[in-house]
């Protein structure tokens, strides 16, 4: 089945109808919502992190991998977070100190601790120094505060801008990100 762009912001709309609903149902203040396929990460003004929905692969970071969890929880040792992202079954987050957390699915590297084992609670990465975060379906992305990008994950398409479509199990600089 083919989506033309009014259906596929009608599924959006839908999404975040829902998010609403669970922000709603929850006693939360919420300053960003990330979704993920089938998972939602929420930052609070606060700094801590909260998660709902599916978990089979570690997407709510609870230490878990029940299927899913209808409920919303905080995701423990994370505090001081300033952005959030979220894969298709992993999530991450940002720390005001420049402290990246990665946690969920990894089989293709996507959490970046060069392994593929999944990973239920989060991981801290190994790079310093971060200011933006990004995820996409199976890989991750981060920018420095030197104006360097970092990939990792999945590149069958070449997503990484690395150059070539090896997969990544660590963060590799991206070479293909034109001078300002």
């Known amino acids: 089945m083919c989506l033309d762009r009014f259906s596929i912001r009608a599924l959006l709309a839908s999404a975040l109808i829902l998010a609403a609903a669970i922000m709603v149902a929850s006693p939360l203040s919420a300053q960003t919502l990330a979704g993920g396929s089938a998972h939602t990460v929420v930052l609070k003004s606060d700094g801590t992190v909260w998660t709902v929905g ?8 609870d230490g878990t991998s029940s299927t899913s969890r209808p409920t919303i929880l905080q995701v423990a040792g994370l505090s001081d977070v300033v952005a959030i992202a979220a894969g298709g079954n992993h999530s991450m987050a940002l720390t005001s100190t420049g402290s990246l957390y990665v946690w969920g699915r990894n089989d293709s590297g996507q959490v970046g601790d060069g392994s593929t084992t999944h990973r239920y609670a989060p991981v801290q990465s190994t790079l310093s120094g971060v200011v933006a ?11 420095l505060s030197n104006g ?24 590799s600089r991206c070479h293909r990100v034109p001078p300002q």
């Open 148 to 171: 360097s990008v970092y990939a990792w994950g999945s590149n069958s398409s070449g997503q990484l801008g690395t150059g070539n479509t090896t997969i990544r199990r660590r963060p």
């Open 54 to 61: 599916f978990n089979a692969y570690g997407n709510l970071g």
């Open 133 to 143: 975060i990004a995820a996409g379906d199976n890989h991750s992305l981060a920018l």
